[in-house]
Every structure is written in C-alpha cells, then in structure tokens.
C-alpha cells in the first residue's frame, strides 16, 4: 500500500511541475496572444512580430491558448494560425523556439 501511495505522489508532483513550467501563460505584445510564461523574447522584429526561445511547444500550451479564446483556423507544416475576434497570429516553431505574428490589418 505504501509503495502505491509513493507511486501517486510521485506521478502528482510530475503533473505540478509540468502544468507549472508549460501550463502558465502570459500576454504578449502580438495582439495579445498568450505565450509560456518562461518563454524568453530573442528578437523583436516588429511590433507585430516576435521571436521566443522555448523548448517544446505541447499540447499543454496549446490547450492554454485554446482557453484564452484562439481557435486554430489553419495548419501547415511548423506554421499554425489562430484566430480571436478578428484578429489573426501566426506561430512558426523552430527548433530553439517560436516566432508569433500578428496581422498587420488594423
């Protein structure tokens, strides 16, 4: 019994970890578009396009975005497009990271 006991904290405390480091979000200045907390801004391009360093977006991260009200309207290889009130961002994922870009029509 103690053995399976152990077993359930450990696999808890996983979850934590995780749902800490990938399930925290943040605003970021693309419209508003969340990205992982500790995401960390390599270059901003323009005010509509910037770039992350973040190992593995997951589906953790983009489940967050789903709950912040984005859907995803297209998909094409590391590039997918997501959609909120009018408003479109694009993430390309890379191997260091991301870059997300806001649509320029204001």
Known sequence: MK??????L?????SLVIGVGFGTVKSSDVNDF??????KVEE??????ISYSFIGINRLYLQQIKLKGWKEV?????LKTFE???NKVDIITFQSGF????????
């Open 3 to 8: 053995k399976k006991t152990l077993i359930l």
């Open 99 to 106: 870059q997300i870009i806001g649509d320029s029509e204001d």
């Open 84 to 86: 909120k009130n009018g």
């Open 10 to 14: 450990i696999i808890g405390l996983i």
């Open 34 to 39: 969340p990205v992982p907390l500790n995401a």
């Open 44 to 49: 901003i391009h323009s005010d509509q396009s």
């Open 74 to 78: 297209d998909q094409m290889g590391g």
